[in-house]
T-cell receptor, first 115, second 115 residues
Framework: DSGVTQTPKHLITATGQRVTLRCSPRSGDLSVYWYQQSLDQGLQFLIQYYNGEERAKGNILERFSAQQFPDLHSELNLSSLELGDSALYFC??????????????FGPGTRLLVL | GNSVTQMEGPVTLSEEAFLTINCTYTATGYPSLFWYVQYPGEGLQLLLKATKADDKGSNKGFEATYRKETTSFHLEKGSVQVSDSAVYFCASVMNYGGSQGNLIFGKGTKLSVKP
C-alpha cells in the first residue's frame, strides 16, 4: 500500500458526459501528479500540482482540468468524454516538487470506460 | 525532447532464469532513472532508482546501473521467480532547473515466468 488513495476504482459512463476522479496523496506529500495509461499511448503525464498550484503540464487535453485543494487532495475533471478517453488514470504523490530523484508513489488507479 | 526506450515484450522465462530488460534514455542533461513494476490489476510500485551516473539501484534481487556513457539503465535479476511476473517500466525525470518533475516512461515490458 503506497498511501495514495484514488476513488472511484471503476467508472463507466457514456460519451459526452463529465466525470471527476479523486486522489488523496500520502500524508505530508505536497505534489500530486496525474497520469493516463492506455494501450496505444502507454503511460503519459497529464498534469502536476504542488502545494495547490499548477506546477507542470503534459499532454492534457483542453477538455480535462484538475485542481489541488487546501487539504492537498486533487481532482481530475474529464468532460465531453469520448471513446478514446477510456483508460486507467493514475495519481501519484511526492514530498516536494519531484526533481532530483524524488520518488513518486502511485495510487491504485481509476479505470474509466466510456461507452 | 527527453524519452525512454525499453525492449519490447513480452518476455517469457523459466523459473530461476537470468533476466535482462534493456532501457536507454535520451535527455538534455542528467536525469534520475527509475524502474517501476505493475503487477496484474494493481498500480505502479517503485522497484529501484539511481540518481546519478554509476549509481546502482537494487531491490528484491533486481539491480540496475546508471551508465552515462551508454545512456542506459538495464534491469537485471539473477534468478527470476513466478511471482516476478508483471509489467516493468523504465522511467526518467530531470534533476534540476525549470524542468518538469514528471516521470517519462518507456512503453513497458511484460514478463511472464513459468514454473
Amino acid at each position: 500500500d503506497s498511501g495514495v488513495t484514488q476513488t472511484p476504482k471503476h467508472l463507466i459512463t457514456a460519451t459526452g458526459q463529465r466525470v471527476t476522479l479523486r486522489c488523496s496523496p500520502r500524508s505530508g506529500d505536497l505534489s500530486v501528479y496525474w497520469y493516463q495509461q492506455s494501450l496505444d499511448q502507454g503511460l503519459q503525464f497529464l498534469i502536476q500540482y504542488y502545494n495547490g498550484e499548477e506546477r507542470a503540464k503534459g499532454n492534457i487535453l483542453e477538455r480535462f482540468s484538475a485542481q489541488q485543494f487546501p487539504d492537498l487532495h486533487s481532482e481530475l475533471n474529464l468532460s465531453s468524454l469520448e471513446l478514446g478517453d477510456s483508460a486507467l488514470y493514475f495519481c501519484a504523490s511526492s514530498v516536494a516538487q519531484g526533481l532530483a530523484g524524488e520518488t513518486q508513489y502511485f495510487g491504485p488507479g481509476t479505470r474509466l470506460l466510456v461507452l | 525532447g527527453n524519452s525512454v526506450t525499453q525492449m519490447e515484450g513480452p518476455v517469457t522465462l523459466s523459473e530461476e532464469a537470468f533476466l535482462t530488460i534493456n532501457c536507454t534514455y535520451t535527455a538534455t542533461g542528467y536525469p534520475s532513472l527509475f524502474w517501476y513494476v505493475q503487477y496484474p490489476g494493481e498500480g505502479l510500485q517503485l522497484l529501484l532508482k539511481a540518481t546519478k551516473a554509476d549509481d546502482k539501484g537494487s531491490n528484491k534481487g533486481f539491480e540496475a546501473t546508471y551508465r552515462k556513457e551508454t545512456t542506459s539503465f538495464h534491469l537485471e535479476k539473477g534468478s527470476v521467480q513466478v511471482s516476478d511476473s508483471a509489467v516493468y517500466f523504465c522511467a526518467s525525470v530531470m534533476n534540476y532547473g525549470g524542468s518538469q518533475g514528471n516521470l517519462i516512461f518507456g512503453k513497458g515490458t511484460k514478463l511472464s515466468v513459468k514454473p
